[in-house]
T-cell receptor, first 114, second 117 residues
Framework: ETGVTQTPRHLVMGMTNKKSLKCEQHLGHNAMYWYKQSAKKPLELMFVYSLEERVENNSVPSRFSPECPNSSHLFLHLHTLQPEDSALYLC?????????????FGNGTRLTVT | AQTVTQSQPEMSVQEAETVTLSCTYDTSESDYYLFWYKQPPSRQMILVIRQEAYKQQNATENRFSVNFQKAAKSFSLKISDSQLGDAAMYFCAYRSPQSGGSYIPTFGRGTSLIVHP
């Protein structure tokens, strides 16, 4: 399988639940990203990992916890979320240090917090 | 900080006609790349076209072309012979080196393109 794969596609969770989003890339990229996409709002960069080191943490609340165990996998651990966290969460990968390298996106996880 | 502005929240075009989506950006860098991405209702964002800042020649990919005006910091996307499948959200993005060497992209707010049959 090639490209960027995100699971699950849809997730409904209560405010007290703990869940994780998974992202996997088979493109040999060395950078991975989490974005939040809400209706009527710009795309929000949440976290960036380059060579498995976190290089960006864009003032994201601590109820979102990223994990990058290797260059092919990225997780977003969720706990005690709020209804305003309901959104489409997009994972992407690219070749860092190569500015011409575009981002390759997954299909996203549609998260609903009840 | 770099910013990317897409001033058209929504555009519409008749099938087979041509439409231009605008994008401006603000940067003090001289070396950077610009991208247009398409996000159809199926949600997966895909690359449409990219432009290197030091190349004066406008990039083209089949029916998609850009008008890159470096001095004006403008990077518009022209879609010729529009097709129903072109209906999507289009995002303009900028990428240049950040401190530490990472190239973190900056995205515009997006333009929703509606194609009328």
């Amino acid at each position: 399988e090639t490209g960027v794969t995100q699971t699950p596609r849809h997730l409904v969770m209560g405010m007290t639940n703990k869940k994780s989003l998974k992202c996997e890339q088979h493109l040999g990229h060395n950078a991975m990203y989490w974005y939040k996409q809400s209706a009527k709002k710009p795309l929000e960069l949440m976290f960036v990992y380059s060579l498995e080191e976190r290089v960006e943490n864009n003032s994201v609340p601590s109820r979102f916890s990223p994990e990058c165990p290797n260059s092919s996998h990225l997780f977003l651990h969720l706990h005690t979320l709020q209804p305003e966290d309901s959104a489409l969460y997009l994972c992407a990968s690219s070749q860092d240090f190569l500015p011409s390298s575009p981002l390759h996106f997954g299909n996203g996880t549609r998260l609903t917090v009840t | 900080a770099q910013t990317v502005t897409q001033s058209q929240p929504e555009m519409s075009v008749q099938e087979a006609e041509t439409v231009t989506l605008s994008c401006t950006y603000d940067t003090s860098e001289s070396d950077y790349y610009l991208f247009w991405y398409k996000q159809p209702p199926s949600r997966q964002m895909i690359l449409v076209i990219r432009q290197e800042a030091y190349k004066q020649q406008n990039a083209t990919e089949n029916r998609f072309s850009v008008n890159f005006q470096k001095a004006a910091k403008s990077f518009s996307l022209k879609i010729s012979d529009s097709q129903l499948g072109d209906a999507a959200m289009y995002f303009c993005a900028y990428r240049s080196p950040q401190s530490g060497g990472s190239y973190i992209p900056t995205f515009g707010r997006g333009t929703s393109l509606i194609v009328h049959p």
